[in-house]
T-cell receptor, first 111, second 114 residues
Framework: SQQGEEDPQALSIQEGENATMNCSYK?????LQWYRQNSGRGLVHLILIRSNEREKHSGRLRVTLDTSKKSSSLLITASRAADTASYFC???????????FGTGTRLTVIP | EPEVTQTPSHQVTQMGQEVILRCVPISNHLYFYWYRQILGQKVEFLVS????????KSEIFDDQFSVERPDGSNFTLKIRSTKLEDSAMYFC????????????FGSGTRLTVV
């Protein structure tokens, strides 16, 4: 499969702690994106990192990309209860217009 | 901030009926997409559309599905004869360029086939 796999599948932390989610993929990519989805709702784009970038920050989000290992991580610092959601990685792959989504990590932040 | 708008937000239909899901992409975007997400599963690509024709489609996008850009603003997904397994959240997206960059997703249409 070309699609990514996230781990862990589920993560439960206390408010204020950091949350780290990982994504692995199999093919050559142009970019990797992280999306958030509240239960039963739409996909919200969080951050995009290009294949020639190694790290990117946006507010409390930090994304890393290791193309040699075909993996990425999303770090949410100082988590809040409102961060509770599912987080998906999606890859934009060479020679394809569409995105390939991973299986998602369900994050629960306990107040 | 520009949005991709999808209507309706929720549609219930009888098995065998035709449904049309509607999307208004961002006005200066050139690439349009439909994805679906069966409850509890991953988001799956259905079809991409550029220059008034399908540019890519997945094996899910069989003859029961069709897409159309009937005017300058709307982008529709039609399912001709719905099956129970078509029940899912359907997401429309658009982008300025290809290669999976600069996507904006709509908030989705939840289709329930009964």
């Amino acid at each position: 499969s070309q699609q990514g796999e996230e781990d862990p599948q589920a993560l439960s932390i206390q408010e204020g702690e950091n949350a780290t989610m990982n994504c692995s993929y199999k093919t050559s990519i142009n970019n990797l994106q992280w999306y958030r989805q509240n239960s039963g709702r739409g996909l919200v784009h969080l951050i995009l990192i290009r294949s020639n970038e190694r790290e990117k920050h946006s507010g409390r989000l930090r994304v890393t990309l290791d193309t040699s290992k075909k993996s990425s991580s999303l770090l949410i610092t100082a988590s809040r209860a409102a961060d509770t959601a599912s987080y998906f990685c999606a890859t934009g792959q060479t020679g394809a217009n569409n995105l390939f989504f991973g299986t998602g990590t369900r994050l629960t932040v306990i107040p | 901030e520009p949005e991709v708008t999808q209507t309706p937000s929720h549609q219930v239909t009888q098995m065998g009926q035709e449904v049309i899901l509607r999307c208004v992409p961002i006005s200066n975007h050139l690439y349009f997409y439909w994805y679906r997400q069966i409850l509890g599963q991953k988001v799956e690509f259905l079809v991409s559309f550029y220059n008034n024709e399908i540019s890519e489609k997945s094996e899910i996008f069989d003859d029961q599905f069709s897409v159309e850009r009937p005017d300058g603003s709307n982008f529709t997904l039609k399912i001709r004869s719905t099956k129970l397994e078509d029940s899912a959240m359907y997401f429309c997206a658009s982008s300025v360029i290809d290669r999976g960059d600069g996507y904006t997703f709509g908030s989705g249409t939840r289709l329930t086939v009964v």
